[in-house]
């Protein structure tokens, strides 16, 4: 005779079993956030004001939806953390800090909301990011039009990009000038000056402008 098992019905009530919240301890290398414990056992970690937002204490009941819930609010709290270190080590323009946490797989959500966050305090700025970027590649000898790529590379539209040129204070020429110093201590380009101006040429400068400045700085002979 075959005996046929009989399933027990699933006890809805197993599945929404209670946790206690067992220990909450300071990070020794880090006092700004603590680490919490369920039923003895480390399950996430939060920062002092999502402590007190959640309004968590030892003893507290949760099930596992409020440790999922927690667990991602920790998450997402170490990637702001993240971010803004990285934004505030040097200035970053949004397609860059987009990028960012693309590479870290953000939620699409959180992206945006930093962005809005870091936007309303200043620590994203477009303008700013323009000016340093130009700054800096204008001190590196970049001609103009490859400023401009680099612009546009880095997500600064057409108007900001007109604007943050138009006000550029280094004049083109004596960027032009100090590559040619530069470059004819090579001996590469010391006698050759056709290969020195195509050169020059490939990184931007107009050819008219590259003509006029080999001519005006040909070394004496």
């Given at each position: 005779m075959k005996i046929t098992a009989i399933k027990q019905p699933f006890?809805?009530?197993?599945?929404?079993?209670?946790?206690?919240?067992?220990?909450?301890?300071?990070?020794?290398?880090n006092p700004e956030r603590v680490s919490v414990f369920v039923d003895s056992k480390y399950a996430f970690s939060l920062s002092l004001n999502e402590l007190l937002d959640e309004k968590l204490k030892q003893g507290n009941e949760l099930d596992e939806a409020d440790v999922k819930?927690?667990?991602?609010?920790?998450?997402?709290?170490?990637?702001?953390?993240?971010?803004?270190?990285?934004?505030?080590?040097?200035?970053?323009?949004?397609?860059?800090?987009?990028?960012?946490?693309?590479r870290k797989k953000a939620e699409p959500e959180l992206t945006q909301d930093l962005i809005k966050q870091f936007l309303d305090r200043g620590y994203l700025d477009e303008q700013?990011?323009?000016?340093?970027?130009?700054?800096?590649?204008?001190?590196r000898g970049k001609s103009n039009r490859a400023i401009r790529s680099e612009l546009f590379k880095k997500g600064i539209d057409r108007e900001l990009?007109?604007?943050?040129?138009?006000?550029?204070?280094?004049?083109?020429?004596?960027r032009l000038k100090a590559v040619i110093a530069k470059?004819?201590?090579?001996?590469?380009?010391?006698?050759?000056?056709?290969?020195?101006?195509?050169?020059?040429?490939?990184?931007g400068f107009s050819w008219d402008l590259v003509k006029g400045q080999?001519?005006?700085?040909?070394?004496d002979q």
């Open positions: 006890d809805s009530a197993q599945g929404d079993q209670k946790m206690r919240i067992t220990a909450i301890r300071s990070q020794v290398k819930r927690l667990k991602k609010i920790s998450a997402d709290g170490k990637l702001r953390a993240r971010a803004l270190e990285w934004i505030l080590n040097r200035q970053r323009s949004i397609r860059e800090f987009r990028d960012y946490m693309y700013k990011f323009g000016q340093w970027l130009v700054e800096l590649l204008g001190r990009v007109d604007e943050i040129m138009s006000q550029e204070a280094s004049d083109e020429a004596d470059k004819r201590k090579l001996p590469r380009y010391k006698s050759n000056p056709q290969k020195l101006a195509q050169y020059l040429v490939a990184q080999l001519r005006q700085d040909e070394p």
